[in-house]
């Protein structure tokens, strides 16, 4: 992640060839495989592919990966691959664009966030309008369930995820910078505020400051770990136009709230309206209409574990019961009450906090409370109760991958990815 | 016209199958063609026909046709029927809900101001926001050599065939009730200008009043007239979404102007728009790329007449030389001038009248002065000057029909309908 820039896809082609460990050898050793040469000459716009072996190697050089993650973990961020438990899958279908890593700072686990999410992007000159409509949009996304995607700018975004706060519920925050550092500055308690509630997300290792380049760049991840995107303002060359194409070419579904036609800031989205690129919507519920799959989101809501108990192995049931319902325990303290290795533990945790049951806290994890929110604000029930070893009675097929991310492909016909229990 | 209410299908038929004098006999004698009356009960929901027979009978005989078409004159009121110069040949589209003849009054050619027209419709209870939207399409497509029809309703109605007067343009105002009658009486001014510069029509005979079912069954002249409809702003529940549907079922064109979210008065557009019924226009370029027919719109407008001169027969061609340019001389004076019978005259003077060459005015007839509007408002030229008989410098086909009415299914692939010079 420090030797090649974010959203390097000769590097993602690299590894993804060779796997991460091999790539940083050949890159030490400044020896690419040559089938991988010979294919990358052949592209259309052929890259200077020594010019970037060396770029990789010095910056490779003059790296420190482990003081990097000393550094990450002593601030409460942590470091995540393809592969580990709370690596959103969605973001596969990035191919050579996929992120290497993602560096990660708060309480929501990130997998699990977006497995119901959308993103809310917008201009950031925003209006009185758009400012309000946005925060509409992540109070009424919330109160249902949705958990907001966005980047943490002025306008818009900041006004979506303030609306989520309020709502006292979780946001992604995706930034083009280290998660080390708030950008804009002005975003600082806010960015503390979903460490608390959310997580913030970055491709960039920290100290890592942000450029245009790289807000482009970040915008598709916005666009890849959601189901959907909204835009809620943009003028005609807005950047939130660049993650409503990205969106599209993710086959993910696209939606932009229309304005008056006399404010400028309005008319990116409605551009996107009238060349049929995007639905018109102008709701939260008409958003979840959009992104929502039958059987899920239609009856009301409950924000349950995507995972019912019964399926879970032997050993990382006793991991769950282990975990306390308040306060936080630890790997290790939970390993002994669960009479269960260390190892088992900590994989176990994983799985168990991808699937919603457990949260991160400061002394380490403890169960989260499942809300049920409906329209209008519902009240939170009890801890989660376990279903009836019976059939489930509402509409959706028999779960199978909890993490399968239905796109505008698969998501018609209608149904099959998103088991509610 | 005085036996059947307007919109009535059955008389429609009636007339369709056996022409309107001979259904004038069947209805004085109260006997309908056998074959008829087995059709009509074999309707899905057959109406009462021995009924509805006993009504015309009864109209008919209350009626006094020759003091209506006398009153009519001398209020400056005309009727015209199919099969006339001026009759507007896509109304034929609306089959047997086709008018069975209409009541104008106003100095524009109806055929030929329909020629090029889009109908703006939207809410009574107009905001601010949509009046001024409505007063800018008026002006801007009347700039541009197009005419606006529209209801003469109070909101969006009023304020774009305000905003078209102010450009000194002809306006098409379909009424629900008699043409001698202001509804609202609000608009009485507005009628009188509109008389002055377009021209007023209605369905119902001289002296009959709006009702809410002739509001809904005037819609659909509103849409047949025009190529294509946009709505600016429009409620739920609001009867500019009537017209919106008319114009679907008639293939026309249909556009909507977005607006706040936040504002009732938009969320029948935004309906529309979300189920993409109606494509979203920002303005009225937008519009007339919609609408427009290739070659024929995008190059710069000419508002000149519809059929070039060498077009013409002899006889016509003198008659148009002995129409003048300034005051206006009436058919008798004319056909001394050209040295052609009158009856000759007459017929020339509609065909000259549809195909834009000549227009009314309180002394007879006059030239019409040819107007140039391009982006933004341009000058006006002289006289029309003849084209050399060469071929035409733009790319439409050679003229055929100058009424041949394009709607969406001929429209695509573009061209062949409209010709200009």
Same mark, same amino acid.
């Given at each position: ?235 005609? @060359?807005?950047? %939130? #136009? ?6 599209? !070419?993710?086959? $993910?579904? *696209?939606? +932009? /709230? =229309? ?43 409950? @924000?349950?574990? %995507? #995972? ?6 032997? !050993?990382?049931? $006793?991991? *769950?019961? +282990? /975990? =306390? ?43 989260? @409370? ?52």
């Amino acid at each position: 992640m420090r030797a090649a820039d974010v959203g390097d896809t000769i590097m993602g082609r690299l590894v993804s060839r060779c796997g991460a460990i091999q790539a940083v050898e050949a890159i030490r050793a400044r020896t690419l495989p040559p089938d991988f040469a010979a294919r990358e000459a052949a592209e259309e716009r052929p890259a200077d592919l020594g010019r970037r072996l060396s770029t990789w190697h010095a910056r490779l050089t003059a790296s420190d990966p482990v003081s990097d993650l000393v550094a990450g973990e002593r601030s409460g961020a942590r470091l995540i691959i393809p592969g580990d438990a709370e690596w959103p899958t969605q973001l596969d279908q990035l191919g050579a664009a996929r992120p290497l890593g993602l560096w990660l700072h708060g309480s929501a686990d990130l997998r699990f966030s977006c497995l119901r999410s959308v993103a809310v992007v917008g201009a950031r000159a925003a209006t009185a309008y758009g400012a309000h409509v946005a925060a509409q949009f992540g109070v009424g996304l919330s109160e249902s369930g949705w958990t907001v995607v966005s980047g943490g700018a002025f306008g818009i975004d900041g006004a979506v995820h303030r609306g989520v706060l309020a709502s006292e519920s979780p946001t992604v925050v995706v930034l083009a910078c280290g998660v080390d550092i708030a950008y804009p500055s002005e975003h600082h308690a806010l960015f503390a505020a979903v460490r608390d509630q959310g997580v913030i997300v970055s491709e960039c290792p920290p100290g890592v400051h942000p450029t245009r380049a790289r807000f482009l760049i970040r915008n598709r991840l916005i666009a890849a770990l959601s189901r959907g995107t909204v835009v809620v303002e943009a003028a005609l @060359r807005s950047g %939130a #136009l660049n993650t409503a194409t990205h969106a599209l !070419s993710l086959k $993910r579904h *696209l939606a +932009a /709230v =229309p304005g008056p036609i006399t404010s400028a800031q309005s008319a990116g989205c409605h551009r996107l309206l009238r060349d049929q690129k995007a639905t018109c919507v102008t709701s939260p519920e008409e958003l979840i209409d959009l992104v929502g799959v039958m059987g899920d989101d239609l009856a009301p809501l409950r @924000r349950a574990p %995507a #995972l019912p108990r019964d399926a879970l192995s032997e !050993s990382t049931r $006793r991991v *769950l019961d +282990a /975990v =306390p319902a308040r306060g936080g325990a630890g790997p290790a303290s939970i390993a002994v009450a669960a009479g269960v290795d260390l190892n088992t533990v900590l994989s176990a945790l994983g799985g168990l906090a991808a699937a919603g049951y457990i949260e991160r806290v400061p002394k380490g994890w403890r169960t989260r @409370r499942t809300a049920s929110p409906v329209y209008p604000k519902a009240q939170e029930t009890l801890a989660f109760n376990t279903p009836p070893p019976s059939a489930p009675t509402d509409h959706t097929p028999p779960p199978t991958d909890p993490d399968q991310f239905p796109t505008t492909e698969s998501a018609s016909p209608r149904g099959g990815a998103m088991p509610v229990v």
